[in-house]
T-cell receptor
Framework: EAQVTQNPRYLITVTGKKLTVTCSQN?????MSWYRQDPGLGLRQIYY???????DKGDVPEGYKVSRKEKRNFPLILESPSPNQTSLYFC???????????FGPGTRLTVT | DQQVKQNSPSLSVQEGRISILNCDYTNSMFDYFLWYKKYPAEGPTFLIS???IKDKNEDGRFTVFLNKSAKHLSLHIVPSQPGDSAVYFCAAGPGSNYQLIWGAGTKLIIKP
């Protein structure tokens, strides 16, 4: 089954404690992206990747890091989480030939 | 500056009637528009799309209309069913770096 998986689904952590949210896709897509969803703001892109070892900033990259060492995986790293990073995070992948993106189920992050 | 706007945060429609969700955009360079549907605790899923060379696209009960002169698109669902209750996101592309630009979403509630 074609899918994008994210882990964990729910995470409560404290300010400053480094965390990683994993994302994996099994569709051999070149493009992957991380979004955050906040009430009234829709989906805002954090980082995206066009292929292995190729990443770039989206609209709201501050406080986040990513890496793309393998085509299928695109982890999101928060080196020192802060309360303003409390949000719902989605990973997505797509081919790049068209715009339809496939989304993971989301990770609800709370930073206290 | 929100380039894609969904001005109705929520919409309530009687089962069996038509649901009309609206989306406005400001960037005339957008050439592809998509609608996504999102249930609670799930990621957004692609619903229907339209390219700027068309003014209408149908897929079963779902029809998207594009009015380029007004920079407006709408999603029509006929007839509305209880399973259509969800948040609907409008997205447009390409933005910078091939990304999609997302609206804030409209929560559709279908009343029995």
């Amino acid at each position: 089954e074609a899918q994008v998986t994210q882990n964990p689904r729910y995470l409560i952590t404290v300010t400053g404690k480094k965390l990683t949210v994993t994302c994996s896709q099994n569709m051999n897509h070149e493009y992957m992206s991380w979004y955050r969803q906040d009430p009234g703001l829709g989906l805002r892109q954090i980082y995206y990747s066009m292929n292995v070892e190729v990443t770039d900033k989206g609209d709201v990259p501050e406080g986040y890091k990513v890496s793309r060492k393998e085509k299928r995986n695109f982890p999101l790293i928060l080196e020192s989480p802060s309360p303003n990073q409390t949000s719902l995070y989605f990973c997505a992948s797509w081919t790049g030939y068209h715009y339809e993106q496939y989304f993971g189920p989301g990770t609800r992050l709370t930073v206290t | 500056d929100q380039q894609v706007k969904q001005n109705s945060p929520s919409l309530s429609v009687q089962e069996g009637r038509i649901s009309i969700l609206n989306c406005d955009y400001t960037n005339s360079m957008f050439d592809y528009f998509l609608w996504y549907k999102k249930y609670p605790a799930e990621g957004p899923t692609f619903l229907i799309s339209i390219s700027s060379i068309k003014d209408k696209n149908e897929d079963g009960r779902f029809t998207v209309f594009l009015n380029k002169s007004a920079k407006h698109l709408s999603l029509h669902i006929v007839p509305s069913q209880p399973g259509d209750s969800a948040v609907y996101f409008c997205a447009a592309g390409p933005g910078s770096n091939y990304q999609l630009i997302w609206g804030a979403g409209t929560k559709l509630i279908i009343k029995p």
